[in-house]
């Protein structure tokens, strides 16, 4: 096999974390590198984690080290490939190893809680679509049958629902294939680069999304510069390679503003505070951090109080979203159904 095999596609969080575990136990081992991933391939339980392993096995034995081998066979983030070759010379790749698992686990782990936020939300919207449907397109006509009974029509916004119910049965299948053609299309832009970056935009730029947005960044930014600063990497470096790990555009450029200081040689500690990175309370964590040699416990510890408060939000977010959507629903429902039964009421009095 060619030692130029590529894995298209970055690892998901969840197997970087579990692939760093594993490495950064072999290291402590005192294993050589080639027999832990031996090891590991051995156990590998699907074909993306077997092909990686693999050739990065073949890529050691023709003596490459661990960081060139990642580099010919793809499926590492830049940040994380930028960390290994650090360690690499500063000798603490048991230690880089570790921090980067971690950071990688805490990540998936937000990741899995802003999915299972927003799927109740997206279930009620669904919900509420259908039983608007369901009433245009099969209680009004019923309705309209009642009335004729009587001999009436409907009349008003009761017959403009009718109405509304009658072309959408009419043009269900052109009306299928716009929902279906829809579906696929955001599958697509999720796939693709430019829908990749449109929803980033999106999710930046909502209000209802903006300060999540600007908060996971800054999350990940923390747990990045503790991995970086653990590895032996010097603050300067970090800020740079940082920029990969972020994708709020107002974090990015705090952190040009933020190299920009640290170049005209004002310290790390003053120039991190006017940066605006960092939440006020934090601050006096990272002056303690900084002052007795703590500072990666420091950045740990703001990254956590980062990832719970994202997780509030989250929750406070969604629990703002429910009502909202129960009361559009049950005003929708309301009033289409206001709409026939007044009306019908009327009618019955009059018999």
């Not at 693999?54 to 010919?72: H, I, Q």
């Not at 503790?226 to 590895?231: E, H, P, R, T, V």
């Amino acid at each position: 096999m060619s030692e130029s095999v590529i894995i298209e596609r970055e690892l998901t969080a969840s197997q970087l974390s579990r692939l760093f575990v594993s490495l950064g136990m072999v290291y402590e081992s005192g294993l050589s590198v080639t027999e832990g991933l031996s090891i590991l391939l051995g156990v590998a339980n699907n074909q993306t984690e077997k092909r990686l392993l693999t050739a990065l096995s073949e890529a050691m034995l023709n003596g490459s080290r661990l960081s060139e081998a990642f580099e010919k066979t793809g499926g590492l983030p830049q940040y994380a490939l930028s960390l290994l070759k650090v360690a690499e010379y500063t000798g603490q790749m048991a230690d880089t190893c570790q921090a980067l698992a971690d950071f990688y686990d805490k990540r998936d782990r937000l990741s899995q809680a802003i999915r299972s936020s927003l799927f109740y939300p997206l279930a009620m919207t669904l919900m509420v679509i259908l039983v608007v449907v369901l009433l245009l397109t099969q209680a009004m006509p019923i309705f309209d049958q009642v009335f004729a009974q009587f001999g009436f029509e409907m009349s008003g916004l009761a017959r403009t629902f009718l109405s509304i119910g009658i072309w959408m049965r009419s043009a269900a299948l052109w009306l299928s294939l716009v929902v279906l053609s829809i579906g696929v299309i955001i599958l697509i832009l999720r796939v693709l680069p430019v829908g990749k970056r449109f929803f980033h935009w999106l999710f930046e730029h909502s209000p209802l999304t903006s300060d999540l947005s600007f908060r996971l960044s800054a999350q990940r930014l923390m747990l990045g510069m503790a991995a970086m600063l653990k590895s032996g990497m010097a603050p300067q470096s970090a800020i740079e390679l940082a920029q990969d790990l972020v994708d709020d555009s107002r974090v990015k450029s705090r952190l040009t503003g933020l190299s920009q200081q640290l170049s005209t040689g004002t310290s790390f500690q003053k120039a991190l505070f006017d940066s605006g990175l960092l939440p006020k309370e934090s601050h006096l964590l990272v002056a303690i951090g900084f002052n007795t040699g703590s500072n990666v416990q420091a950045f740990e510890r703001i990254g956590e109080d980062l990832m719970l408060s994202t997780e509030r939000k989250m929750v406070s977010l969604v629990s703002a979203i429910e009502p909202g959507l129960v009361a559009v629903m049950t005003i929708l429902v309301g009033v289409i159904l206001l709409s026939v039964l007044l009306p019908l009421l009327g009618v019955l009095t009059r018999i």
